[in-house]
Structure formats: structure tokens, C-alpha cells
């Protein structure tokens, strides 16, 4: 992290959020084929950030379980779909009522 605050996290395979906030000088890593994000929520105050792939292969994860299962900040989810808070809720919904993990 070079400069500014961002909000990092991954969803392991069993839809299971690691989230972090990092400030300058922190690293953070994502384990291969793991869907990520990256959300710079202070829009008043720039972000940059270096980030690599340790692969060219990505590997491979069912998405909609892992996005919408995995509670992923809202206001991550409303901002890289465009869409409400409402139709975030709805989107989830159907992976909230199927799971026990103690993610929740």
C-alpha cells in the first residue's frame, strides 16, 4: 500500500470473508483462484496501491455462492454492481437461508 486507506478481502472456498482495512506500507495477499476486492470507500481521499499476480492460471470458484454467501460489505457490493442496497439484500438472500458456517 503506497498511500491512502483501502478496504481488502478475500472469500475462502467455503464462502468464508477474511477482510482487512491497510494503510500505507501494508501488504496483503490473496491466495490463488480466491475471489478478492479492492475498495477505496473514502472517495474524498486518493488510494494507490501496487498489486501482482503470482499466477497467469486464476483457477476457478463458483461465484455467485462465494459473492453473495460470504457478506462482503454491502457498500462494496452496491458500488461494483451499481445497484441498491435493496437489490444487494435480494441477491444474497437465497445463500443466507442455505448456510450455517459460522462466517455469518
Do not use: W
Not at 491497510?22 to 477505496?40: Q, T, W
Request: no cysteine; aromatic share 10%; net charge negative.
Amino acid at each position: 500500500m503506497i498511500q491512502g486507506t483501502l478496504t481488502v478481502g478475500f472469500m475462502d472456498s467455503n464462502h468464508k470473508l477474511y477482510n482487512s482495512t491497510l494503510e500505507e506500507g501494508d501488504v496483503y495477499v490473496v491466495p490463488r483462484a480466491l475471489v478478492h476486492y479492492m475498495a477505496n470507500l473514502d472517495g474524498h481521499k486518493e488510494t494507490k496501491v501496487i498489486f501482482a499476480f503470482s499466477s497467469s492460471n486464476p483457477g476457478s470458484i463458483r461465484l455467485p455462492e462465494n459473492l453473495f454467501g460470504s457478506k462482503i460489505p454491502t457498500k462494496v457490493l452496491e458500488k461494483s454492481f451499481g445497484v441498491s442496497e435493496q437489490v444487494i439484500e435480494q441477491l444474497e438472500a437465497p445463500y443466507h437461508k442455505n448456510t450455517t458456517g459460522d462466517y455469518h
